[in-house]
T-cell receptor
Framework: AQTVTQSQPEMSVQEAETVTLSCTYD???????LFWYKQPPSRQMILVIR??????QNATENRFSVNFQKAAKSFSLKISDSQLGDTAMYFC?????????????FGSGTKLNVKP | DAGVTQSPTHLIKTRGQHVTLRCSPI?????VSWYQQVLGQGPQFIFQ???????GRGNFPDRFSARQFPNYSSELNVNALLLGDSALYLC???????????FGPGTRLTVT
């Protein structure tokens, strides 16, 4: 089984500043995928960024980037130039790809509040 | 293109009743997964269906069941509702069962 831990229940950041959300995971699989999802107050989960474990290069999507440390099983999300629209719950998730089955394991989430 | 859609948006049921939640995946997506999200927690996996076959089941009682139709839409059924079943039920689809999942807006179920 996989487990995901997000140790920061809530964080705040000033608009235009940078913030990093932490995530650690545990899996015995060698091939897996990591994700960050954003859930705004309107509740629909939106994919932020995706990382394949076999790729050493950290994924980047515009203002969002990850710091993937495979040996440490760490997968943090950095948000640069924070915007008010980034206010949301952020969930880290891991999944494996075995026999066409990709059960997602989610962390408990980090509530991010971007202040004007 | 339309995203994942779910119905109804909100639902209030009484303990012991039965409920059916519906999900339509993104066009072309053949895999549908269901998650339960209790307030303040991350989503918990319930089921995954791929090409109309159950691929996996989470740690939920037999009161929970699901199915996928030929058009890849899906239903989640919960029998004998308990207060603890109150949650946001999320449906997610993916083009192949290995890819990232795209979530619907969810159905908020309240059991009184």
């Amino acid at each position: 089984a996989q487990t995901v831990t997000q140790s920061q229940p809530e964080m705040s950041v000033q608009e235009a500043e940078t913030v990093t959300l932490s995530c650690t995971y545990d899996t015995s699989e060698s091939n897996y995928y990591l994700f960050w999802y954003k859930q705004p107050p309107s509740r629909q989960m939106i994919l932020v960024i995706r990382q394949e474990a076999y790729k050493q290069q950290n994924a980047t999507e515009n203002r969002f980037s990850v710091n993937f440390q495979k040996a440490a099983k760490s997968f943090s999300l950095k948000i640069s130039d924070s915007q008010l629209g980034d206010t949301a719950m952020y969930f880290c998730a891991v999944t494996t790809a075995l026999n066409n089955f990709n059960k997602f394991y989610f962390g408990s989430g980090t509530k991010l509040n971007v202040k004007p | 293109d339309a995203g994942v859609t779910q119905s109804p948006t909100h639902l209030i049921k009484t303990r012991g009743q039965h409920v059916t939640l519906r999900c339509s995946p993104i066009s072309g997506h053949k895999s549908v997964s269901w998650y339960q999200q209790v307030l303040g927690q991350g989503p918990q996996f319930i089921f995954q269906y791929y090409e109309k076959e159950e691929r996996g089941r989470g740690n939920f009682p037999d009161r929970f069941s699901a199915r996928q139709f030929p058009n890849y839409s899906s239903e989640l059924n919960v029998n004998a509702l308990l207060l603890g079943d109150s949650a946001l039920y999320l449906c997610a689809s993916s083009p192949m069962s290995r890819d990232e999942q795209y979530f619907g807006p969810g159905t908020r179920l309240t059991v009184t």
